[in-house]
């Protein structure tokens, strides 16, 4: 893998992730954010990971399936990067590039603590598919949506009902407290980028809460882009 290779058109747009333990919300807010900034008129492309793309998607249903379990930790943690390679290169940058924000559910930090907390597999290897794959396409802004892991686990159970755990719903509490400990850990080494949120208050405030941080962090690029597409509407 070469990378994705970096575009001559300029980064016009703001792109925004969305991370955290499972059960956080980040679907619900992330759709929520849109609409309030669309409402500002703002153009805005949601995705999410793994998937977002025809062909991350298709990977996607491997990986998550627990297909790719038996295969090792090196080559499930190859399928991921596949997967952000088309999604990157083929939505991200172009929707960026046109000015957008773009909002995407999970992104390389749930790289960093669900594959970063497997046993065995080695942190330099994943630090080498980051680079490959998130060239021209690294975060202006990560909200992280925390939550206790016996939250996190009651919430993805009662989301479930009698649908089969995925490949990492199925994971012991350790696992999953872990990852959340990864995601705090990554936020307090990256705070310029990162916001922790806490996601277990009513859902109007966790969205206030959002909106704040981000018109706080990305205020001015987000009135230029209103600006730009109240001018190519006139």
């Known amino acids: 893998m070469t990378g994705a290779q970096p575009s001559d058109a300029p980064r016009r747009g703001c792109f ?29 492309v949601t995705t999410r990971e793994p998937g977002g793309s025809p062909g991350a998607d298709a990977i996607r249903q491997i990986v998550l399936s627990g297909a790719a379990e038996g295969l090792g930790v090196e080559t499930e943690a190859l399928l991921f990067a596949a997967a952000r390679y088309d999604h990157v290169r083929t939505v991200i940058l172009p929707a960026l590039q046109k000015g957008a924000v773009v909002l995407c559910d999970r992104f390389l930090d749930s790289t960093r603590a669900y594959q ?50 995925d490949r990492f719903e199925k994971d012991g509490i350790e696992l999953h407290q872990a990852r959340r400990q990864t995601f705090l850990d990554i936020a307090a080494r990256e705070p310029n980028r990162c916001a922790v949120i806490e996601a277990t208050g009513p859902l109007d405030e966790v969205s206030d809460r959002i909106e704040r941080v981000v018109i706080d962090r990305c205020g001015d690029v987000l009135s230029r882009l209103a600006r730009s597409r109240a001018g190519a509407t006139a």
């Open 116 to 165: 970063g907390s497997v046993p065995g597999l080695d942190r330099a290897f994943l630090e080498e598919l980051e680079a490959a794959t998130t060239v021209d396409a690294r975060p202006d802004l990560t909200i992280i949506l925390d939550l206790p892991t016996d939250i996190s686990l009651r919430r993805l159970a009662e989301r479930r009902k009698s649908d089969a755990a």
């Open 16 to 44: 925004i992730t969305f991370e955290g333990p499972d059960g956080g919300g980040k679907t619900t807010q992330i759709a929520r954010l849109a609409a309030r900034l669309e409402a500002r008129g703002i153009p805005v």
